[in-house]
């Protein structure tokens, strides 16, 4: 098995020093495991929500509380 680099979600950069790497999170696949977020570190701060996902999320609830539940 081989080892890849992670990639900034911020800059999309490759992260070469492990050192300078943080880890975010896990986002799932839809037919598989999924994989981790990575940044740099001086990047780890400036990365925000998905905005798809936001977006999603905004609708559903704006349709539960206009419903009344």
């Given amino acids: 098995m081989t080892s890849t680099l992670p990639v ?3 800059c999309d950069g490759l992260i070469t020093d492990p050192d300078d790497a943080v ?7 839809n037919s598989g ?8 570190r001086a990047h ?10 936001s977006r999603g ?9 206009s419903s009344g539940r």
């Fill in 23 to 29: 880890y975010l999170g896990h986002e799932p696949g």
């Fill in 57 to 65: 999320l905004l609708r559903v609830l704006l349709a539960r509380a």
């Fill in 44 to 53: 780890a701060d400036l990365v925000g929500p998905d905005p798809v996902a």
């Fill in 8 to 10: 900034c979600r911020y």
């Fill in 33 to 40: 495991p999924g994989w981790g977020i990575w940044a740099h």
